[in-house]
């Protein structure tokens, strides 16, 4: 994952004092990786629950799936999404690194399966196709 999308999440989780470097390492290091930092920053903005690692459906109490991409050449790759079809609602923050951007896509898994009838184990949120049926379920929260 691109620096800047774990850098969206150390600034915009209250857990941090802003400015404090020991702060942001702390969170870094207590979260290991991307997923689980975008996964402890939706937590805290849904006011939800973590489920249990290794939960299948969903990883919010709200039943609320928390996905991260990030982009290379023309594509921003969603992977993981097959048993997803158990959430109310999948949360995908990405960075795509040709725009600049981080971008957040808030969809339902019928939404999903609205496309081709099926819940794909991977989706291209960066293709045409995609932007263009799901362009008022994006929303742009930071450029770089």
């Known amino acids: 994952m691109s620096n800047e999308l774990n850098k969206y999440l150390i600034e915009n989780?209250?857990?941090i004092n802003k400015g404090r470097?020991?702060?942001a390492?702390?969170?870094l290091l207590e979260n290991g990786n991307t997923s689980e930092m975008a996964e402890k920053y939706y937590a805290e903005k849904r006011n939800a629950e973590l489920m249990p690692p290794c939960f299948k459906g969903y990883?919010?109490?709200d039943k609320t799936e928390i996905k991260t991409a990030?982009?290379?050449e023309a594509t921003i790759n969603v992977r993981g999404l097959k048993n997803k079809y158990l959430a109310d609602l999948i949360i995908i923050i990405y960075n795509d690194?040709?725009?600049k951007v981080i971008g957040e896509?808030?969809?339902?898994?019928?939404d999903?399966?609205?496309v081709d009838g099926t819940m794909p184990a991977n989706i291209n949120v960066g293709s045409k196709d995609f932007r263009k049926d799901f362009a008022d379920k994006t929303k742009i929260l930071a450029t770089y």
């Open 105 to 110: 896509i808030t969809i339902t898994p019928d």
């Open 70 to 72: 990030n982009s290379y």
């Open 97 to 99: 690194e040709k725009n």
């Open 112 to 114: 999903i399966k609205k």
């Open 25 to 27: 390492l702390d969170f």
């Open 59 to 61: 990883d919010l109490s």
């Open 21 to 23: 470097i020991n702060d």
């Open 13 to 15: 989780t209250t857990t």
